[in-house]
């Protein structure tokens, strides 16, 4: 059985669905070849998952915490049982949402694992899909004048180092705990190590971080990382940087233990679990890129501007092209992708005007350049930091920890980057985002008025310290 369209998408998270909306709105045919579930990484493992966990640790924190309050509260507990199935019914009510769009769109969906085939008697070109089903059943045919890969990405690990979703887990096991460890090893500070050894420290669990570098969150703003660890540290999470975990050393007879080498020195670690975060992989193995020209580079598959591949046919986003490797970067390439091939002639992606955002307690958001990365693209800059603990709101919700740092290019007044840590940063980041895509300068910042007392004005006073003259501080 064959059937034509003029898109298919292979994979149906969050770029690939979002694609397939998109090209419904245009008029264009769609399928979606999923071979899990819609929604893919970001709902089932990833961002919505894990950020339902982090706000049971949150409140759970913030319960123990009450009495600062004036409310009393007596003999707190967690039961994490329910923790899970709470994650569990937002997952399935979205999950379901996706679905319903999936139907009003009119878009098929093919629950099996797609493969791109070479020329064919179905196609002069590579591009028909054959869809394999797990049951057994005879493949299906389906011949489209577009395919957009959208396969995503998976956890990896070190060399030698295997994941037993057990005593070594990856954040897909680890987000289906049964129940608690004692303590944690995470091997790797980046944004999902640090959201998990926040999250497990706010649940009571004695963390351990191993970085190989001397920074942690080593993509952000060195100032923004310092701070994280300095107040991460009062969870009593311990960091050891500058760590080169060694495989090889890994024993799981009392709990696990690991080594790692300290600048030439040796030093065992042990914990009752291991949680691996160095990275993610793209999806490209057994999709039939072989039978193809689609190049890859370190694995990913390379595309321009509009997302096209070496096959102009054949369109790629989301984690299996690289770069930020974030849902809602995902989502705008597959918007763009298809408004491409259907002739729509999109603007380019700037990928300095996305905004970038760490789910932790403290949490971080960022848009733009570093300081060193501004200064390295020979920028003059200058910058203006403010402190959330002269914002009234801050101390109101008795979270006043953290900053927000502004650069800006000292020659134009351009606003260069802008990274925040503190309570709530995650929601006020997009007023940034805003801000560099209409090229604006920390002046026009300024001229927007933030309303007191909300936790927005410490950006606005940010702005006016690029030029020193913030007034509450």
């Not at 509260?73 to 967690?78: F, G, K, R, S, V």
């Not at 389906?142 to 954040?171: C, Q, W, Y």
């Not at 990275?279 to 999709?287: F, L, M, S, Y």
């Not at 403290?362 to 402190?387: R, W």
Request: some cysteine.
């Amino acid at each position: 059985m064959t059937k034509e369209y003029d898109l298919v998408i292979l994979g149906g998270g969050t770029g690939g669905y979002v694609a397939a909306i998109r090209a419904s709105q245009l008029g264009l045919q769609v399928a979606i070849v999923e071979k899990g579930e819609l929604g893919g990484t970001c709902l089932h493992k990833g961002c919505i998952p894990s950020k339902a966990l982090l706000r049971s640790a949150e409140v759970f924190r913030q319960t123990l915490n009450a009495a600062e309050f004036g409310v009393e509260t007596n003999n707190t507990t967690l039961n994490f049982t329910k923790v899970q199935e709470r994650k569990a019914i937002i997952v399935d009510g979205l999950h379901q949402g996706v679905k319903g769009l999936m139907k009003k769109g009119k878009i098929d969906v093919f629950e099996g694992f797609g493969r791109i085939l070479g020329p064919s008697i179905f196609s002069p070109m590579p591009g028909t899909i054959s869809i394999e089903y797990e049951n057994g059943e005879e493949n299906t045919m389906i011949v489209p004048k577009n395919v957009l890969i959208a396969t995503g990405s998976r956890p990896k690990s070190l060399p030698g180092l295997e994941i037993d979703g057990h005593f070594v887990m990856s954040s897909d096991d680890a987000l289906h705990m049964e129940e608690l460890p004692e303590s944690i090893l995470i091997i790797g500070g980046g944004v999902i190590g640090i959201e998990w050894a926040s999250m497990l420290a706010d649940f009571g669990v004695k963390v351990t971080v191993l970085e190989y570098l001397d920074q942690i969150l080593p993509t952000e703003d060195e100032e923004i990382a310092k701070e994280m660890e300095r107040l991460l540290k009062k969870k009593d999470i311990n960091f050891i940087k500058n760590a080169k975990v060694l495989p090889d050393t890994l024993t799981t007879d009392d709990g696990v233990s690991i080594t790692a080498e300290l600048n030439a020195e040796k030093q065992a670690f042990k914990a009752e679990k291991i949680l691996v975060s160095v990275g993610r992989e793209a999806n490209t193995a057994n999709i039939g890129i072989e039978n193809t020209d689609i190049l890859l580079h370190n694995g990913y598959i390379e595309t321009n501007k509009y997302f096209q591949s070496k096959e102009t046919h054949i369109y790629a986003i989301g984690d299996v092209i690289g770069g930020m490797q974030l849902a809602h970067v995902a989502s705008h390439e597959g918007i763009i992708a298809v408004e491409h091939m259907a002739d729509q002639n999109p603007q380019p992606l700037n990928y300095d005007n996305i905004p970038s955002c760490i789910y932790s307690s403290p949490e971080s958001a960022s848009v733009g350049l570093t300081e060193k990365g501004a200064i390295e693209k020979g920028y003059h800059i200058k910058t203006g930091k403010f402190p959330f603990k002269a914002i009234g709101k801050a101390l109101v919700y008795g979270e006043s920890e953290g900053f927000v740092k502004i650069i800006a290019d000292k020659n134009t007044n351009d606003l260069l980057g802008v990274h925040m840590i503190g309570p709530h940063v995650t929601d006020m980041i997009s007023e940034a985002g805003l801000a560099k895509v209409l090229d604006a300068t920390p002046w026009e910042i300024t001229q927007s008025i933030h309303p007191h007392p909300t936790l927005s004005e410490v950006i606005g006073e940010a702005a006016l310290a690029v030029d020193g003259k913030q007034i509450h501080g």
